[in-house]
């Protein structure tokens, strides 16, 4: 059974969310202090972590971000802000997904079955799939070739490991130093406008737009993101 995580300072919400958890066949744990909430998620294995952004003793954002450093499972950040630019702030930290209180207890249960539903199917895909099929892209992993309805294109490795990276982690949004981190092996003190070259590259080579694509996504002020 999957447990879930709820950092939470107001109790009556937490309680709620813990509620309609547990109708729907999940285990829940409420943590209400902010520091506490991030070792219980650091020391146990979670399937998915509700995150409130405003709690005492430590800020949510700060929290995702310490988190998504050693775990990659789903964030979905809870907030009373409405802003754009912390729903674009909290993408940017690692969260996958965000809920603007107040909102539904059937949307809680529908999100956190979606994200779990993805993580899941990614998770079985990182696994034992060695070709990845989406939208008439086809990447055969084991033999490193790519090709757009049918038709091969020529992908130097850089390119080839940064693409096979966003499609086995789709709907995430990835800053360019995660990125530069992650294919290049080194720390954002690098220089990461080479992200941003071998994103446009790449998308010259597999979308019918590159000014409207349709795979990679821009996140303005934050990154990335492949679309499942």
């Given amino acids: 059974m999957s447990r879930i995580l709820i950092i939470e300072d107001e109790q009556e919400i937490a309680e709620l969310e813990k509620d309609y958890l547990e109708l729907n066949g999940w285990e829940a744990d409420i943590v209400s202090d902010g520091e506490q909430g991030l070792h219980r998620a650091l020391e146990n294995d979670y399937a998915l972590i509700l995150l409130d952004l405003m ?131 080194l720390d954002s003190t690098g220089d990461i406008t080479t992200v941003t070259v071998h994103v446009r590259r790449i998308r010259e080579k597999i979308e019918a737009d590159p000014s409207d694509p349709t795979f990679i996504e821009t996140i303005w002020g934050v990154g990335y993101r492949f679309l499942f």
Avoid at 59 to 83: H, N, Q, S
Avoid at 85 to 112: C, H, W
Avoid at 147 to 169: G, M, Q, S
């Fill in 55 to 185: 709690l005492p003793q430590a800020d949510g954002f700060e929290i995702c971000k310490m988190i998504r450093e050693t775990k990659d499972i789903p964030i979905l950040m809870v907030t009373a802000k409405t802003e754009d630019i912390d729903k674009i702030r909290g993408l940017g930290q690692g969260a996958d997904d965000y809920i603007v209180k107040p909102f539904s207890p059937n949307e809680l249960v529908a999100r956190v079955k979606a994200h779990l539903a993805r993580y899941n199917r990614l998770v079985k895909k990182e696994d034992t799939e060695q070709n990845i099929r989406v939208k008439g892209l086809h990447i055969d992993r084991a033999a490193r070739r790519v090709y757009i309805n049918e038709k091969e294109k020529t992908f130097p490795a850089r390119e080839f490991d940064l693409l096979v990276f966003f499609a086995l982690h789709p709907n995430r949004v990835f800053t360019k130093e995660e990125l530069f981190e992650k294919i290049w092996g």
